[in-house]
């Protein structure tokens, strides 16, 4: 991931904890100042060299606010704790970044003494901003890529966010939060915490746009979750047939059907199946997923179904 600088780019949300490059949104007061250094040659002999320190005002959109903070950054190809470990170093040169949770969409105090008539407020947006060194002969603006500690954060386990709670954001940004069936996602968000089943929003995300059904399809494909329309409410029954932790599933029969409820087919028969052989089944499955204790690598891992192989 690297710093863009795009006109017209989506802010997107951070759900949990993740990790994402910045959108470069104001670049003012480029500077150079000219440094000289004279060592002796000789007895009556100098050399000078003349170098140049390279700073700018800027400010970075990191994704839609409030967020309740930033954790590691990677600055090129360099790793910081945090923001304070990034301000502290002496290549900044005491010109460091400061955050903007998004909670406040006054202007800096920088932009509104230097350039009130362009200064502008972000309205729940957090950013990035601050005068930065960017380097000594070097005029480059260093690319960054922040993690970030997003929304619903607290529906989760501190980390990553309950998927339940998810969908029903997503669901109110669209309107549709009085279409919820209290009931059913109570049970889902159960069934979540239960399973260990928590998100966050994944890093390919921040690069593409879905539609909010799409996005909630997937969530409902990767929690093994089914989301239905009934009696003017939208639903969800967890798939799952095992218990996970408190949540136990609901196994009361509501329907028993018999032969005679059935629709005979061609040939007499009620139901048709077919099987596939042993040969022709899955028996090793792969997952890619970002490790977040290995600065969100993408890794993969596999689970073998031992007594099929």
């Not at 006109?7 to 490059?21: E, H, R, S």
């Not at 260990?196 to 979750?225: C, W």
């Not at 009361?252 to 018999?258: A, C, E, M, P, V």
């Amino acid at each position: 991931q690297s710093t863009t600088c795009d006109f017209g780019t989506p802010l997107p949300i951070a759900y949990g904890t993740c990790k994402l490059a910045p959108n470069l949104i104001n670049y003012q007061d480029f500077v150079a100042e000219e440094r000289k250094t004279t060592v002796k040659t000789g007895k009556k002999s100098k050399s000078t060299t003349i170098d140049y320190a390279y700073y700018v005002y800027t400010e970075l959109a990191l994704c839609e606010g409030p967020i309740e903070g930033i954790g590691t950054l990677e600055v090129g190809s360099t790793n910081y704790k945090d923001l304070a470990t990034l301000n502290s170093k002496t290549s900044n040169e005491g010109s460091g970044l400061a955050l903007n949770l998004g909670n406040n969409n006054n202007p800096t105090a920088y932009m509104k003494s230097k350039h009130e008539s362009i200064a502008v407020g972000y309205n729940s947006m957090s950013y990035l901003y601050g005068r930065i060194y960017l380097g000594l002969n070097n005029a480059s603006m260093p690319s960054y890529s922040v993690e970030v500690k997003g929304q619903l954060r607290s529906t989760g386990d501190g980390k990553d966010a309950n998927p339940a709670d998810v969908i029903i954001d997503l669901l109110k940004r669209v309107g549709l939060n009085g279409y919820i069936d209290t009931t059913s996602f109570n049970d889902y968000r159960n069934f979540c915490k239960g399973a260990d089943l928590l998100i966050s929003t994944p890093a390919d995300a921040f690069s593409q746009q879905k539609k909010v059904q799409e996005i909630i399809n997937d969530i409902l494909h990767l929690t093994n979750a089914y989301m239905f329309w009934s009696v003017d409410k939208f639903k969800i029954i967890p798939r799952d047939d095992r218990q996970h932790g408190t949540w136990k599933p609901n196994k009361k029969i509501i329907y028993d059907l018999s032969e005679n409820d059935m629709i005979k087919q061609t040939g007499g028969g009620c139901v048709a199946f077919s099987k596939k052989g042993s040969s022709e089944l899955y028996n090793r499955w792969g997952v890619s997923f970002t490790n977040r204790s290995n600065n969100y690598e993408t890794e993969t891992v596999f689970y073998e179904d031992a007594n099929s192989i």
